[in-house]
């Protein structure tokens, strides 16, 4: 399969927008949680988690899904193939788990949420999300990393194909 120019350039725009913005929201979460462990103001975790709670699966988990669906078929529709080069692979990868954490992870976003919204619990320590929203932050922009250098190397499958069909290896 490969995709008209306009159409590569349509969902390549498409993916950077999910993907830049699924790390910029959670970017947003890292520093919400920092200043709340930081700081004397249990509002701040409260406001962590009810943020958490109001965008998971409005905003998080729609980005994370449009990224991974948009890179598979950039993937399938280019050049680069999806098992052909180990940067493609592993970026792969990196987005599948990524969106597997944050979807388990919602099961532990919704009760913190709703515990942060009630009133009644206001003097309740709230837990940090740091480990989980400094670790996708991280793993979130090695992948752009990937994305951007594409560094060299060619996967057995890729190395096969290549010498199969005579077609010289995407730079």
């Not at 399938?76 to 193939?81: C, H």
Request: hydrophobic share 55%; glycine share 8%; charged share 10%.
């Amino acid at each position: 399969m490969v995709l008209s120019a306009a159409i590569r350039k349509f969902l390549l725009t498409l993916h950077v927008i999910c993907s830049l913005g699924w790390a910029g929201s959670v970017a947003v979460f890292v520093v919400l949680d920092i200043a709340a462990q930081r700081g004397d103001q249990p509002e701040l975790a409260r406001l962590l988690w009810l943020g958490l709670g109001a965008t998971v699966w409005s905003l998080l988990v729609p980005l994370a899904l449009g990224s991974l669906l948009t890179g598979t078929v950039l993937a399938l529709g280019t050049k680069w193939g999806l098992f052909q080069h180990y940067w493609v692979l592993l970026k792969l990868v990196l987005t599948l788990v990524a969106t597997a954490v944050l979807v388990l992870y919602t099961n532990t976003i919704a009760p913190l949420a709703k515990m942060a919204a009630d009133p009644a619990l206001s003097d309740t320590h709230m837990p940090s999300a740091l480990l989980h929203t400094g670790g996708a932050l991280v793993v979130l922009v090695l992948a752009t990393i990937l994305a951007v250098y594409k560094p060299r190397g060619m996967t057995r499958y890729g190395q096969r194909r290549q010498r199969k069909t005579g077609i010289p290896a995407a730079r």
